[in-house]
């Protein structure tokens, strides 16, 4: 478990080793390092288990003080579908790739896309390829092959929850 910084700096770490057994309840104290804020508004916590990530804020996003979302994102076709590699320069809260917004440079309509993940949270430096297809399975470029979606489009398909409160 981490306390961290909406800017990403680590504020405080706690280990914690449950025994549970399957379909049961455990309540376990938490350290006060790491559940007490310095400040609420720009902290939030990063919980990991079993390789599953879980976040949770001090304070609803509308109030949160955080740095503006930056990232690369880099796309590349491959095996006919379209893949989206985000790397995050900063915390990326709830990070989604729209491949509604991708379809109509693709020449399908907005239905016909999917994205194999959605709401993951990345923090600074790390990446996450999402995978774009069609939902009939066929591939994404025709025989002439479509030119990968620019950086304008990339920039209004791939959002995160800083873009949209801030």
Known sequence: MLQIGLDGQEH???RLRPGCPAGGLLHLPL????CRPADPHAEMLVVEADGV???WTYRPDRELAGPRPERTVEPAAVGGGLLVTV???TLLRDLCV???RLAAPLGLDPHELVVDDALVTLLPGERRTFRVTRRD???ITGQGGAALPGADLL???V?????LTG
């Open 159 to 163: 959002r995160s929850a800083g873009e």
């Open 31 to 34: 350290d006060p390092a790491v």
């Open 155 to 157: 920039d209004v398909a």
């Open 137 to 139: 399975g066929l591939p």
């Open 12 to 14: 405080a770490r706690a």
């Open 53 to 55: 990530r879980t976040t």
């Open 87 to 89: 790397t995050a320069g």
């Open 98 to 100: 729209f491949a509604d």
